[in-house]
């Protein structure tokens, strides 16, 4: 009777959490990546002091350049893949199947070049234009893009991980 009831051994609440919500991780990271890249966007609360100033402020700085026109669409284009991005990591969660990890890893792929691209135009208005200096606003907004898409880049790595490379779409009939 002893030798059975330690055969049995509850496993500690992370290692029972993993077991059988491992697909899930790639989900988490996207809501956390698309949790950045979203959220904290300008706002302001009427009729309180809570605001926060950070992508469309500093866009707005770089007046009318053709880096204003380039930053606004990167900033868009960042946004609407990260909404995408969810879903897809929404359904991943559910079906593993290796189209939305490539379709996850593609969307993966473009975020980082755009936030690459967005990070770079910052640095290329300051060194082609004396009165622009990046300063706390702009720092804030692409930090806060370099963090979003390091969670989405961890998240695609774990999808690789738990891909059903075996998946076959059922026909409802």
Same mark, same amino acid.
């Given at each position: @009777? ?24 790639? @989900? ?10 979203? /959220? ?16 469309? /402020? ?14 606004? =669409? ?7 893949? !990260? ?5 897809? $990591? =929404? ?5 593993? $199947?290796?189209? !939305? ?16 691209? %967005? ?7 300051? /060194? ?19 963090? !979003? ?17 075996? %998946?076959?779409?059922?026909?409802d009939e």
């Amino acid at each position: @009777m002893e030798n059975a009831e330690q055969e049995y051994k509850i496993l500690p609440w992370h290692k029972r959490w993993y077991s059988f919500n491992k697909q899930k991780i790639p @989900m988490i990271f996207t809501a956390f990546g698309t949790f950045f890249f979203t /959220a904290l966007i300008d706002f302001e609360v009427q009729g309180t002091s809570i605001k926060l100033v950070s992508h469309i /402020a500093a866009i707005r700085k770089f007046l009318n350049t053709p880096y204003n026109n380039m930053s606004a =669409f990167y900033l868009f284009a960042i946004y609407l893949i !990260g909404v995408v991005q969810l879903f897809n $990591s =929404f359904s991943f969660s559910k079906k593993r $199947s290796p189209f !939305g990890l490539i379709l996850m890893t593609f969307l993966t792929a473009v975020q980082i070049i755009l936030v690459g691209l %967005y990070t770079s135009i910052f640095f290329l208005e300051q /060194a082609t234009r004396t009165d622009y200096v990046i300063d706390s606003v702009a720092r804030f907004s692409y930090t806060v893009f370099i963090i !979003g898409a390091i969670f989405f880049l961890i998240g695609t790595i774990f999808a690789w991980f738990y891909v059903d490379w075996k %998946y076959v779409k059922e026909i409802d009939e």
